[in-house]
Every structure is written in structure tokens, then in C-alpha cells.
């Protein structure tokens, strides 16, 4: 019993000092970019790194992107600033008011940018319209499905289904009451990352405001962002929502970077 202890012990120690060395051997620092050049990433031997990139990894909007920091690895993954602990990148809430007399229903849909210092403190706020939005009551049916744009969809052989479209430069919309009761909403945008289903509490509300907000935190927007070291030459950067990282992709060389040869 004390002999399986000891290697077990063993184990433990040996494993971490064996990835190491298998890492280090493949000699992974230099730089990593895009086929694009978009994305650029240099992972130095004094553990720091600097990432560049056209579009942010927090939101994948082009806004342009820098920062500098720490790296470190984990068996096959390189792992971004370790020492900072996640924080929420996205949020949202639905705000239900109700005005009398007033047969309509106001929908107002923000995009809202929030700044934080290090100690977590809210330095500014910036409200942006969102440029495509897509909604629907009670049920998230397709053809239900109405889109909230500031400009007409292009249509093509890969747009996929296009709902019904609302063509508007503002932030909010009047619409007519739905026949259903309304006890919930559907709403999907590039802002929020998904589609997410919202409970409504109050039956007699009718101006409902949508608010997503992208959190920018000043001490580090990486923060324990990893990607997968496939070999000394190319990473991954793309992961699914079940956590693993995707390895092949429709568009030539997307989420894959490539060591830029010296």
C-alpha cells in the first residue's frame, strides 16, 4: 500500500516535468498568425506574450484588439495571463415596464459598452445600437422569427433563412400586441453570442427594453483564454461550446495560426 502511495506521488511530480519538457522540445516560442495576418500572437521563452489582433477574441468584433502578458501551457494548451481570474464577458436583461392607455408595444433593443478598472469599479458606459437583432414571443419558431436591421440582408446561397425584416436606424420599433399572451421573448444578435429566451413577469408591461452588455476590463481582457498547441507550427483558437477545440474548418485555414517562419 505504501509502495502504490509513493508512485502514485511519483506520478503526479514526474507528469508535469514530462509535459514540460515535451513542449519546450517542440520549441513553440515565436510567431503564430493568421492566413489573413489579421491575428497576430508572439509567445516569448520569458513566458510573455503579445496579441494583436483585427477583431476582439472577447466579442469577434473588428474594433482592432492589443495586449500584452503572461502565458503558460498545460499538457497540449497554451493558456493566456493564468494569474487573472475569469470575469464575464457578456450579460443581458430584459426591463419591463408599462405605460396605460397605450394598445402598442415598444420594443428598444441597446447595445452597451462597459469599461472596468482593475479593482472592478465602472469607469464609462457607451450605448451603441445593435446593427441586427432577431426576436420572436413565446416560441422560437423560424417562421415566427421578425429581424430588427439597420439594413437589408443580403441574400445568397449561404445566408441561410432570413426572417422577416424591420428596417429601422433606431433603437427601438413599435409593434402591434400579439395575439398570444406574451410570456417570454426570444432574442438572438451578434452582441449576445447566441440565441437566448427571456421570461417576461409582468403581463401588462408594454415597452420592453433589451439590454446586452460587453464588459472591457482594463488589467486584462485574456483572461485564462486558451488555445490548443496541435504541434511546434499551428494552433487552434476556436472552441466549441461543449469546451473542445475545433480542428476543422469550412473556410480555408479559420481559427488555425501558423508559425511564421524566421
Given at each position: ?180 399572451e406574451p410570456n ?67 473556410l480555408l485555414d ?9
Amino acid at each position: 500500500m505504501v509502495k502504490r502511495l509513493n508512485l502514485i506521488r511519483f506520478i503526479h511530480i514526474i507528469l508535469p516535468l514530462i509535459s514540460s519538457y515535451n513542449v519546450f522540445s517542440q520549441n513553440i516560442i515565436g510567431t503564430y498568425t493568421g492566413i489573413d495576418s489579421s491575428i497576430k500572437v508572439i509567445l516569448n521563452n520569458d513566458s510573455t506574450f503579445l496579441f494583436t489582433s483585427r477583431i476582439n477574441p472577447s466579442f469577434y468584433r473588428v474594433e482592432g484588439f492589443s495586449e500584452k502578458g503572461r502565458w503558460t501551457f498545460r499538457s497540449d494548451t497554451i493558456v493566456f495571463n493564468p494569474q487573472f481570474s475569469p470575469k464575464i464577458n457578456i450579460e443581458s436583461e430584459i426591463i419591463e415596464k408599462e405605460y396605460p392607455n397605450n394598445k402598442d408595444v415598444l420594443l428598444t433593443f441597446n447595445h452597451i459598452k462597459r469599461y472596468f478598472d482593475a479593482e472592478g469599479n465602472l469607469l464609462q458606459t457607451d450605448t451603441l445600437k445593435i446593427e441586427q437583432l432577431d426576436y420572436t414571443f413565446n416560441k422560437l419558431v423560424r417562421k415566427n422569427l421578425r429581424r430588427v436591421t439597420s439594413r437589408n440582408t443580403t441574400r445568397c446561397s449561404f445566408a441561410g433563412y432570413i426572417p422577416s425584416e424591420i428596417i429601422t436606424k433606431e433603437n427601438s420599433i413599435i409593434i402591434s400586441k400579439p395575439s398570444d399572451e406574451p410570456n417570454s421573448i426570444f432574442i438572438g444578435c451578434y452582441e449576445l453570442q447566441e440565441t437566448k429566451e427571456f421570461i417576461l413577469k409582468n403581463k401588462k408591461a408594454n415597452h420592453l427594453t433589451f439590454n446586452v452588455f460587453s464588459n472591457y476590463y482594463k488589467d486584462s481582457q485574456l483572461r485564462q483564454m486558451k488555445y490548443l498547441l496541435k504541434n511546434s507550427k499551428i494552433i487552434y483558437t476556436v472552441r466549441k461550446r461543449n469546451g473542445k477545440f475545433k480542428k476543422t474548418f469550412w473556410l480555408l485555414d479559420s481559427g488555425i495560426l501558423k508559425k511564421t517562419k524566421i
